[in-house]
């Protein structure tokens, strides 16, 4: 089957990430430099403790993948999962994440405490795709749609940190998957569609619904942390 991966979809994809992104609170304060420094290491902190569970999400669409022996191309979704799961772990993604947060300011980050949102986030993957009438194939275009985002979101990022908050050192970590988001986000996709031979429209859709529950993750968590500083 031919995937539209490269060309409609993800043309797609970029474009709702960025109009999502321009639409964000968080992300709009961050790039005009209105978003307070102390609450920008709130923030960064909790995605820090959303990131380091990153990998349960994919353990999430192993544990959803096809058995052998049925219609679905089981060692490809197989093949393709296990990339994703090498890369987290030898990429050095958290000690990368460390570094990012002491540039910003944070000392300790194993001090740094779940809000509610994050918690609720963390498990929101697990809670939405092990539910029995949920699919793999989903799971995986919704890791797709992050995957795609990731790169918009981290240029936002590392342009503002750099232009409005004097941060230009600690970046490797969005740098990284600045360059590796679309090769990761053509990877997952062509699981979907030469692995599970997945209807690429329903397809579209899960992956577009993961990237606002992404950005309005940030959302939200900017929201709960800038009350915090405002005094009474």
């Not at 902190?45 to 353990?59: D, K, V």
């Not at 999962?81 to 987290?88: C, G, Q």
Request: hydrophobic share 45%; glycine share 8%.
């Amino acid at each position: 089957m031919t995937s539209l991966a490269g060309s409609a979809v993800s043309a797609d994809l970029l474009a709702h990430a960025r109009r999502t992104l321009d639409e964000s609170a968080f992300f709009s304060d961050l790039r005009a430099g209105k978003a307070p420094i102390e609450v920008v290491r709130g923030v960064f902190g909790q995605y820090y403790l959303w990131r380091n569970q990153f990998h349960r999400w994919l353990g999430v669409c192993v544990v959803k993948s096809p058995a052998f022996g049925t219609e679905f191309d089981a060692s490809r979704v197989l093949s393709g999962l296990t990339e994703h799961v090498e890369e987290e772990v030898g990429g050095d993604h958290h000690g990368l994440a460390v570094r990012l947060l002491r540039a910003l300011g944070v000392e300790r980050p194993s001090s740094v405490s779940p809000l509610p949102v994050t918690a609720a986030y963390c498990a929101s993957f697990p809670a939405r795709f092990l539910a029995p009438e949920r699919d793999g194939a989903e799971a995986v275009a919704a890791l797709a749609g992050r995957e795609i985002a990731g790169p918009v979101r981290n240029r936002v990022v590392i342009d503002a940190l750099a232009e409005r908050y004097g941060v230009a050192s600690g970046l490797e970590f969005l740098t990284l998957h600045e360059t590796k988001g679309p090769g990761q986000f053509a990877a997952l996709w062509d699981i979907l569609v030469n692995g599970y031979f997945a209807d690429e429209a329903l397809m579209l859709e899960a992956a577009r619904r993961e990237i606002g529950e992404h950005v309005a993750f940030w959302d939200e968590v900017y929201a709960q942390l800038s009350p915090a500083l405002t005094p009474a």
